[in-house]
Structure formats: C-alpha cells, structure tokens
C-alpha cells in the first residue's frame, strides 16, 4: 500500500512537472516551482465564473473516498462558504457569492495536513476587482464587493491597469508558505464581463 501511494505521489510529481513546464514563458515562476494550471480563457467563457476561486495545486493522495472526505471537510471548515471541488491533482475551492475569501485559512488547513503525506505544491487565485496604487507607489488587488484587498504584481509580461478599471484576474499566491503578507502575482489579467 505504501508503495502504491509513493507510485501515486511521484506520478503527481511528474503531472505537475510537465504542466508547469507547458505554462507560458511570461510567468514569473522559476522552473523549481511548479503552478497549478488554471481554466483557459474560452473555457472560462462558456461557463459562468463565479465570485471567486482558488486552485490549489496538490501532491499526494486525492483519489481514495477517505482521502477526498477529509480534504473536503478541512476546505469547508476554513473557507467559510467555499466549495471544494477535485480534479486529478488539484482542488478548486469556488466562491458563488460575494464574501471575504480567507485565502491563508484555505490554503494553510491542506498545508498542515498530516493526511497520506498531502502537500500544496502551489496556489493559483481568480477574483474580479480593481487595482489600486496607494502614496507609497504600492498596488493592490481589491476584491469587488467586499473590499477584501492584497498586495499585487505583474509578472514578466503582463500590465496591470491603472484607474478604477474592473478586471478579472488569475494570480499565483507567493508568500503562503511564511508568516508574512501573502502576495498576489498577476499572471493572467482580462476585463470584468
């Protein structure tokens, strides 16, 4: 069982690395990190986005029934109104409505997990909003309708835009993994539908 369990996790592994190896040369992402990979664009179209969402990228085991039950259960006890859903190595916690998203709850109750040897390997984030510079020269990423704010970051590639612009955004989290600020880094920024 043991060995069918690091047979799964090193296959994860290698998904991931061949995904993170298949994103854009605009990411600001060093080949060491790999991303989970987001929707494409015309997939996101033809359904309807909700308020917001957050895909976190996993290693480990996601496929047993009691795997999948606790993985769940921690993401809803600490995303207060998210709702988890499982793709083969990734779990997409999605906001219907307008509400706070307690991005370092989410992510740190998988992080911490003791379960099957679960880890986060990396956090994608999509909400719409707007992008803010304050006096110090400083933007932020303010989440529409809740006023929920981050630090953000254009990665190589991409501009933000100035104003009070709406935009949908897709950013990786950097800094989850400390006791810091978590920061947004914008890989992916379209207008508001």
């Not at 060093?30 to 309807?48: D, I």
């Not at 029934?65 to 998210?82: E, F, L, P």
């Not at 906001?95 to 679960?118: F, G, M, N």
């Not at 612009?165 to 810091?180: I, Q, T």
């Amino acid at each position: 069982m043991t060995c069918l369990l690091r047979l799964r996790a090193l296959a994860a592994g290698t998904a991931l690395l061949l995904l993170c190896t298949s994103l854009s040369q605009e990411t600001s992402a060093s080949p060491a990190r790999v991303a989970a990979k987001a929707p494409s664009p015309a997939a996101k179209a033809s359904a309807e986005a909700p308020f917001a969402r957050v895909f976190l990228a996993l290693r480990g085991c996601t496929s047993c029934a009691q795997c999948r039950t606790s993985i769940r259960q921690m993401v809803r006890a600490n995303a207060k109104g998210g709702e988890a859903a499982f793709g083969e190595d990734k779990v997409e916690v999605r906001y219907a409505t307008a509400r706070t998203v307690p991005l370092r709850e989410v992510i740190r109750s998988l992080a911490q997990s003791r379960l099957h040897d679960l880890s986060v390997v990396d956090v994608l984030f999509e909400a719409t909003g707007t992008v803010t510079t304050g006096a110090d020269g400083a933007q932020r990423f303010v989440i529409a309708g809740t006023g929920q704010s981050f630090p953000i970051a254009p990665a190589a590639g991409v501009r933000l835009p100035a104003g009070d612009e709406p935009l949908r955004m897709l950013a990786l989290v950097d800094g989850w993994r400390g006791k810091g600020a978590i920061t947004l880094v914008a890989r992916e920024v379209r207008p508001a539908a």
